[in-house]
């Protein structure tokens, strides 16, 4: 007979229809035998305990289902060589990535401080340092009890006498006709001028002498 764990519901209600279509015939008979010997009401529960006993022995018996043991922790993890030489690749390359990862973060951040200082020296000019030269004073201080005159240091003294320098000589427009003092030489013939209208005039004329020539 199948294990009645593997049959399905439907099999166990035929299943359980057959027995007790087999078992009516008995039961109506022991009914019939029992009336006709006025056995009563006591007779009837001794013949329905008789079938439910009989029912439960004809019934199949159920194998217990097997238990299953459970895990108890965690297994141990076998550690070789080789998983512990892989580790420590992977541990070195970590601190590697890790180390390449800071050095360009750092050179970003000192690109990045540097751009901003060129852009600040771009929007404010250059810091020019003016570098103040060191000018020869002299005092001279008249008052009640004298007249004093501090020399700066390293001056001879008594001061030797010096001529006055004479004014350097005024030059002159080389345009024939004008008199007036010169501003600025003439780039292709180098002559002295002082205005545009002298300048094309200084022109005019250059171009007229090249042409005679």
Same mark, same amino acid.
């Given at each position: 007979?199948? =294990?009645?764990?593997?049959?399905?519901?439907?099999?166990?209600?035929?299943?359980?229809?057959?027995?007790?279509?087999?078992?009516?015939?008995?039961?109506? !008979?022991?009914?019939? /035998? &029992?009336?006709?010997?006025?056995?009563?009401?006591?007779?009837?529960?001794?013949?329905?305990?008789?079938? &439910?006993?009989?029912?439960?022995?004809?019934?199949?018996? /159920?194998?217990?289902?097997?238990?299953?043991?459970?895990?108890?922790?965690?297994?141990?993890?076998?550690?070789?060589?080789?998983?512990?030489?892989?580790?420590?690749?992977? &541990?070195?390359?970590?601190? !590697?990535?890790?180390?390449?990862?800071?050095?360009?973060?750092?050179?970003?951040?000192?690109?990045?401080?540097?751009?901003?200082?060129?852009?600040?020296?771009?929007?404010?000019?250059? =810091?020019? $340092?003016?570098?103040?030269?060191?000018? #020869?004073?002299?005092?001279?201080?008249?008052?009640?009890?004298?007249?004093?005159?501090?020399?700066? !240091?390293?001056?001879?003294?008594?001061?030797?006498?010096?001529?006055?320098?004479?004014?350097?000589?005024?030059?002159?427009?080389?345009?024939?006709?004008? &008199? =007036?003092? $010169?501003?600025?030489?003439?780039? $292709?013939?180098?002559?002295?001028?002082?205005?545009?209208?002298?300048?094309?005039? =200084?022109?005019?004329?250059?171009? #007229?002498?090249?042409? /005679?020539?």
């Amino acid at each position: 007979m199948r =294990n009645p764990r593997l049959l399905t519901a439907r099999q166990r209600a035929l299943l359980e229809k057959q027995r007790t279509e087999d078992d009516l015939p008995a039961t109506a !008979a022991a009914l019939l /035998i &029992s009336d006709q010997q006025g056995g009563g009401d006591e007779a009837l529960l001794l013949l329905q305990q008789q079938q &439910s006993d009989l029912q439960q022995q004809l019934m199949p018996i /159920i194998p217990p289902e097997p238990l299953l043991a459970l895990p108890s922790g965690f297994k141990e993890k076998v550690v070789t060589q080789e998983m512990l030489e892989k580790k420590a690749i992977k &541990s070195q390359r970590r601190r !590697a990535q890790a180390l390449e990862k800071r050095e360009e973060d750092k050179k970003k951040t000192v690109d990045r401080l540097l751009k901003k200082q060129d852009t600040k020296l771009l929007k404010g000019g250059f =810091n020019k $340092k003016v570098v103040k030269a060191e000018v #020869a004073m002299f005092s001279y201080k008249s008052r009640v009890d004298g007249v004093f005159i501090s020399l700066p !240091a390293g001056c001879d003294y008594p001061i030797k006498a010096q001529l006055a320098q004479t004014a350097p000589t005024v030059r002159v427009c080389g345009v024939s006709g004008c &008199s =007036n003092a $010169k501003r600025y030489s003439c780039s $292709k013939t180098g002559v002295p001028l002082c205005s545009l209208q002298c300048y094309k005039t =200084n022109l005019l004329t250059s171009s #007229a002498a090249q042409a /005679i020539c």
